[in-house]
């Protein structure tokens, strides 16, 4: 067994047991806080992957404490207020260069990261904590799937042009895992009837594995192989939560569509 597979089971046998207590005991207002904080560690990350002055670091920081205290649709329309008056900054002192080069990665990133979190916040609010423990089983049994799988079987590469030690194999056994984890979970808590379970655990492995690619995309964009190195064995907090950055929005649509 390599080091770093022994690091990625050490990390995840140490975070996943109060993953779970601050998912089902921890009041609302101190899982906002928390993902406050994932949301400033994943914004520093995108600023240094695109050596973005730190002013947008904090601008960011800034604006996203402000929105997580609103309730949608404010926080949407705050949202695009503050993207207008940081594009309007930007054609008052407009370098074609710098605005290529910074703006699009700093509203992109933004963007991204704003609306994928506030899925995870918005499915407790309007559904439940079991909701999205749901979500979250499903999103990591999808990666830890493709990763075993992938290591094990794994020989047809899968979009391998943005990442090379992905595989179709491994696709299938985080797919797999996916719906067995989604069962158990569907089991205990009796949150889908059974066509549901399966669009729902379908749709979110789905997406979980989308947001890895492109999570993957924009490493290689950079030239860079991982986000961070904050978590041993897993890179930064943008190479844990990639597949949670689409999971999260698209599973609270889904439940939205559904309800």
């Known amino acids: 067994m390599n ?13 996943l047991p109060p993953l779970i207590i601050i998912i089902f005991k921890a009041p609302f207002f101190l899982i906002k806080f928390l993902v406050l904080i994932v949301a400033i560690l994943s914004l520093r990350e995108w600023n240094e992957l695109f050596s973005l002055p730190k002013a947008y670091l ?3 920081i800034l604006l996203y404490l ?3 205290w609103q309730n949608f649709p404010l926080n949407l329309f705050l949202f695009f207020i503050f993207l207008i008056f940081s594009f309007s900054f930007h054609l008052f002192r407009f370098q074609a260069e710098v605005f290529a080069r910074q703006f699009f990665p700093f509203f992109f990133g933004l963007s991204y990261v704003y609306f994928s979190l506030s899925g995870l916040t918005g499915i407790i609010s309007d559904f439940s904590r079991e909701h999205l423990f749901y979500l979250l089983m499903i999103v990591f049994a999808n990666d830890t799937g493709a990763y075993f799988a992938g ?5 047809t590469p ?4 943005i990442s090379p030690r992905k595989t179709w194999e491994g696709f299938w056994g985080g797919l797999g895992l996916s719906f067995l984890v989604g069962y158990l979970v569907n089991l205990k808590f009796s949150l889908f009837d059974v066509k549901t379970y399966f669009l729902v655990t379908f749709l ?3 997406s979980g594995t989308l947001g890895d690619l492109l999570e993957s995309a924009v490493k290689r964009s950079v030239g860079r192989k ?3 190195a904050l978590i041993p064995g897993h890179g930064g907090i943008l190479d844990r939560i990639d597949g949670l950055l689409l999971a999260g929005p698209i599973g609270y649509l889904i439940l939205k569509i559904l309800s």
């Open 158 to 161: 899968f979009f391998a042009q």
């Open 151 to 155: 290591k094990i079987w794994g020989k």
């Open 226 to 228: 991982d986000s961070g």
């Open 204 to 206: 979110v492995a789905l």
């Open 58 to 60: 904090w601008y960011s």
């Open 3 to 15: 080091s770093n597979l022994l690091k990625r089971i050490a990390s995840a046998v140490v975070l």
């Open 66 to 68: 402000g929105l997580l």
